[in-house]
């Protein structure tokens, strides 16, 4: 490892043509990222790809198409509005897979950055929080520049990298970014409680991020032997951990561990992963693979949607064909979830937008994706109950997915069904 005095020295490395990673949500390196767009007027068509990142992502900035490109691995909200030229693009593919595009040499990476916790005493520093696809960048890659930071947790799994490993560091001191807590509304409460009454004892769960996660998460104080097993963790299981609801003793895939992809959260969450046995984060091809998360028990996959068609077809990472998010790992836990003794595939979401339109339609709206096909999809729920659409016909889907939806656009659903169902 070379020491390096500045990001601006560290990112002398990127040349035109390059594929560089970087490392994504809370361990974003965004001295490194800065540096790298400050050097926009000698760098042409340097590839950026990543995960969602944190941080402003100017690269993405129309006004440096000329410098840099951008392949989304997953769209989050700072690249949203650049999306859909080719130029900004987004690469559909399983979270499960990506580590191999590195591996195989399918998508080479030239220079990985990264964010990493300082270094033990035997020289190993770890990825922190973000596992994920960024131990296959890493080790893929022909050049590793690190940031390293003395507030990133060092966290137990398949993080660890030998300092040898990385060709130019800079140090930096700065607190992790951290997601705001959720505000539940009472749709969302209802939505939890409905999930809820789904999840059986000794269950493992695994969920995202946001209201409806939280929600459900906050439902499930009073179960028992809960355990962990998912691509990402947040602040909302520290409640059932502290409890003893989740204590990850009927797991069969690392029993007494949660096991995670990636940690979003707070400072609080951060704190809890730092350095604590107890918590692995593994790399995401394993832990996100159906038939590694099939060995558990029960496993409960509760994940969120765009629109779900009456016929059970879910979109979830786009509007139309606008994409708004990526693919991520629903259809792996939704099929792993399907294949575990006792498991339960579960759709959550609520029953309109924001702006009001149903999230339960006739049809998926042109130009949107199924992440998951109507075949995948076991339970849908929305806060006014539950449809059971396994094993069930188009008729009997509709029906039951009708009686789910917004009161005030029944009858619609209703009358649009038929209707197609008099084209057919």
């Known amino acids: 490892m070379r020491r390096l005095f500045s990001a601006a020295e560290a990112v002398q490395c990127i040349q035109s043509g390059h594929r560089v990673f970087i490392h994504g949500g809370a361990a974003t390196p965004i001295s490194l990222v800065e540096a790298m767009v400050e050097q926009a007027d000698r760098l042409r068509d340097v590839e950026v790809t990543h995960l969602h990142t944190s941080g402003e992502a100017a690269y993405g900035r129309p006004q440096y198409q000329e410098s840099f490109r951008v392949a989304n691995l997953f769209v989050g909200g700072n690249l949203r509005k650049y999306v859909g030229t080719e130029r900004n693009d987004y690469v559909p593919v399983f979270l499960s897979e990506i580590p191999r595009l590195f591996r195989e040499g399918r998508r080479h990476i030239n220079v990985a950055m990264l964010q990493v916790s300082p270094p033990d005493s035997h020289g190993y520093v770890t990825l922190g929080p973000s596992v994920d696809v960024a ?3 890493a080790e893929s890659a022909d050049v590793v520049v690190a940031e390293i930071n003395p507030r990133m947790p060092r966290t137990h799994g398949d993080g660890f990298l030998h300092v040898s490993r990385i060709d130019f560091a800079i140090d930096v001191d700065r607190p992790l970014p951290e997601s705001p807590p959720t505000k539940l509304g009472e749709e969302e409460r209802a939505i939890g409680e409905h999930v809820a009454s789904l999840v059986d004892d000794g269950a493992t769960l695994q969920m995202g991020i946001g209201a409806v996660p939280d929600a459900v998460l906050a439902a499930l104080t009073n179960h028992k032997h809960l355990g962990i097993h998912t691509e990402m963790v947040s602040d909302g299981v520290l409640p059932l951990i502290e409890c003893g609801a989740v204590d990850n003793s009927r797991k069969e895939v690392h029993p007494d561990k949660v096991v995670a992809g990636f940690a979003t959260g707070s400072r609080k969450l951060y704190d809890y992963i730092d350095d604590n046995p107890a918590v692995v984060l593994l790399d995401i091809a394993y832990v996100n693979r159906p038939t590694v998360i099939a060995r558990n028990p029960k496993v409960t996959a509760i994940n ?15 509007i139309g064909h606008r994409i708004i998010s990526g693919v991520g790992g629903q259809l792996d836990f939704m099929r792993g979830a399907a294949l575990s003794p006792g498991g339960k595939p579960i759709i959550a979401l609520t029953s309109r937008a924001k702006k009001g339109e149903s999230r339960i339609v006739p049809t998926l709206r042109p130009g949107s994706g199924v992440v998951t096909t109507r075949m995948h999809v076991h339970y849908v729920v929305t ?8 094993g069930k016909s188009f008729f009997e889907r509709a029906k039951a997915l009708t009686s789910i939806a917004h009161p005030e656009v029944r009858d619609d659903l209703e009358r649009d069904w038929q209707a197609l169902a008099r084209k057919s």
Do not use: K, P, Y
């Open 304 to 318: 969120s949607a765009v629109e779900v068609d009456l016929t059970g077809q879910v979109c979830a990472d786009s």
């Open 383 to 390: 806060e006014f109950g539950v449809a059971d659409l396994f």
């Open 135 to 137: 131990m296959a960048a």
